[in-house]
């Protein structure tokens, strides 16, 4: 009788290690289905996509290819949502053709997102690596945060960056009280949010990236990752926007600049604003806890 109920006990445990597991792995597979990931390529690029490919094959993910809209095929006067005035105010210099296109690149992603009906997505450009655990870190990070939101999960550089939140995968979340940070390469954004973007991104004013982590402007509420998620694949190198030659081949007169000066001036102090608001409103919700 002892050993009849010594076996349907161990029976009833081995059971529910079964389900457990299986659980686990429906968990896993329902975080996977969760966000799409989103890549923006040009044509001429096909060493770039065909090496995501494979690293997708490698990780299992599936990636969505998005067609970059190559700016140096698109004539000054059939650029649209862009005044070179505006942009030349803003910024001091004259729009470079590869700026346009990432510009209308991202938007053509945000768009497509949009009209998937997924509630989250991964937006990259074809020059960083994928790994295992970008899904699970990115969903992690728009766990952590509310409202209708973008994290960056990469950046060229990070002054005086404020921890807001961790995540359940142990990243650091938070903004910065200096920029900009640079790159638009990878970012994690919700339905939400890219609806909103696809109304205040227009027209263009800045670079895109520029403009991307401004969300006191945009309405989107914008963090990002202490530790990039991706790293930059070999292609960073061999940009195709445009390298330091030619911004410095467009730039007007350090005196035609005072607008732009006066103009960053005044986003560094709104972005200072940003950050710290954000700080004293997360300090405020753990006193209350």
């Known amino acids: 009788m ?13 059971e529910q290690i079964n389900r457990t597991s299986l659980a686990d792995l429906e968990i896993a597979g ?9 890549v923006i390529n040009l044509d001429r690029s096909r060493d770039r996509w065909e090496r995501l490919c494979s690293q997708a094959v490698e990780y299992d993910l599936h990636v969505t290819r998005i067609p970059a809209v190559d700016g140096r095929v698109v004539a000054e006067e059939d650029r649209v949502d862009f005044h ?16 346009y296109g990432c510009y ?14 997924d509630r989250m997505a991964i937006i990259m450009e074809d020059d960083v690596e994928l790994n295992e655990r970008l899904i699970p870190r990115a969903i992690a990070a728009m766990e952590s945060v509310h409202g209708a939101r973008l994290v960056k999960l990469v950046n060229h550089r990070l002054v005086g960056f404020k ?19 640079g790159s638009a390469a990878c970012y994690i954004v919700n339905r939400k949010a890219a609806r909103k973007l696809l109304t205040t991104l227009k027209p263009m004013l800045l670079p895109y990236d520029v403009a991307l982590e401004r969300g006191w402007s945009t309405g989107v509420e914008t963090f ?3 530790e990039n998620l991706v790293d930059f694949s070999p292609h960073r190198a061999d940009t195709t926007i445009g390298k330091r030659v030619h911004y410095r081949a467009v730039k007007r007169h350090f005196l035609l600049r005072l607008t732009a000066h006066w103009f960053r001036t005044c986003d560094q102090l709104r972005r200072w604003r940003y950050a710290i608001k954000v700080k004293h409103a997360t300090a405020a919700k753990a006193i209350k806890r």
């Open 2 to 14: 002892s050993a009849r109920f010594l076996f349907a006990g161990v029976t009833v445990i081995l």
């Open 84 to 99: 070179p005035h505006s942009f030349i105010y803003h910024n001091g210099r004259k729009l470079l053709p590869g700026e």
């Open 224 to 226: 990002t990752t202490f």
């Open 30 to 38: 329902d975080i996977t289905q969760q966000v799409r990931i989103y």
């Open 163 to 181: 921890e807001i939140c961790q995540t359940s995968e142990n990243d650091v979340i938070g903004r910065c009280m200096h920029g900009p940070q």
């Open 104 to 117: 209308r690149s991202h938007l053509l992603a945000l768009e497509q997102f949009v009209a998937s009906g």
